[in-house]
């Protein structure tokens, strides 16, 4: 579901940075290679991204749902120096496609992959974080946010990637659609919740920006 048309989602993409060399292969060879290429940032997400890591300048990143490594990547090129970027997938398959372009990239010994459940690696971390990126099963937001807030730095920034869910949070809930009712949900709480402020940018799939008060 396009919530601008494509035609002005293009323009906005033209009149935004360039997407970097590299970038523009992993974007190609995902397309080329891997199933549901839609998971993928792409130019215009990923040059926000980017910029938002830049203006927060972390120290320490958390990215929940790796895919293809794309988002890290654009995420990466905002941290501090001697900042690392900890991203978390369950898909083995990935791992050496992620790897191969991390290690192309200036971030390779920055980047750090783990491959499980998040809900489990999250607590072996031992990390305070600035910035953290949510992109992955939607069933868990809750848990996921509610899990990262207490590891965020007073400041810091929380990412929530596809919460307007291809408009599906407009439409009838249907009895069935767990990941609908837990955005739901998810939408709610982060309004609400005190400890942070939140503003929902209609990029893409929906981008919501929540900051640590």
């Not at 001697?82 to 398959?93: A, M």
């Not at 489990?120 to 937001?141: Q, R, S």
């Not at 990262?148 to 659609?177: A, Y």
Request: glycine share 6%; aromatic share 8%.
């Amino acid at each position: 579901m396009h919530f601008i048309s494509e035609e002005l989602e293009d323009y906005a993409a033209q009149h935004s940075e360039n997407e970097p060399d590299l970038l523009q292969r992993l974007n190609r060879e995902t397309h080329q290679k891997i199933l549901q290429p839609r998971m993928l940032s792409g130019h215009f997400q990923g040059r926000v991204l980017s910029m938002i890591s830049k203006l927060v300048n972390p120290k320490n990143i958390l990215e929940i749902g790796t895919y293809t490594g794309y988002a890290a990547l654009c995420l990466a090129e905002g941290l501090a120096p001697g900042g690392e970027l900890d991203t978390i997938d369950v898909n083995e398959e990935l791992v050496d496609f992620q790897r191969k372009y991390f290690d192309l990239s200036n971030y390779k010994n920055q980047i750090h992959q783990h491959l499980g459940s998040a809900l489990d690696i999250i607590p072996t971390l031992n990390k305070k974080f600035d910035l953290v990126f949510i992109d992955a099963d939607k069933e868990n937001y809750i848990h996921y946010f509610n899990m990262i807030v207490p590891l965020m730095n007073k400041g810091g920034i929380i990412l929530s990637d596809n919460v307007l869910w291809s408009g599906k949070v407009l439409e009838e809930l249907k009895p069935n659609d767990i990941s609908t009712k837990v955005l739901l949900e998810y939408n709610k709480l982060l309004k609400d919740d005190p400890r942070v402020e939140t503003v929902l940018l209609p990029i893409r799939d929906g981008l919501t920006v929540s900051r640590i008060i």
